[in-house]
């Protein structure tokens, strides 16, 4: 649960940010800080000191893929939503 409430929230920032802020240019920033959390991440469930600390432990590959599953679950469902959204505005104003 820990692991998946993480990179969803990570996730999560490619879903809100403006479409048309950085006119088709990557923002570098927000890959490395999504990157960089992704990391710390990983760090948490493999290394022995942070395992005790945070009171976790490794998760095998199945555990992983529920991970990454959970995690990008509510950006498709927000982008799906804002598709819907757009689809709306565009009808409506036809």
Do not use: D
């Not at 022995?48 to 959970?70: D, G, H, Y």
């Not at 598709?83 to 104003?93: I, L």
Request: glycine share 6%.
């Amino acid at each position: 649960m820990f692991c998946s409430l993480i990179v969803a929230h990570l996730f999560y920032a490619f879903a809100v940010r403006r479409p048309h802020a950085h006119a088709g240019r990557p923002n570098r920033w927000l890959w490395a800080a999504v990157a960089g959390g992704i990391a710390l991440q990983c760090a948490v469930v493999s290394v022995p000191v942070l395992q005790r600390i945070f009171s976790t432990v490794w998760l095998s590959p199945k555990e992983w893929l529920l991970v990454a599953a959970a995690g990008t679950a509510p950006v498709g469902f927000i982008y799906m939503l804002k598709r819907r959204s757009e689809h709306a505005s565009q009808t409506a104003s036809a």
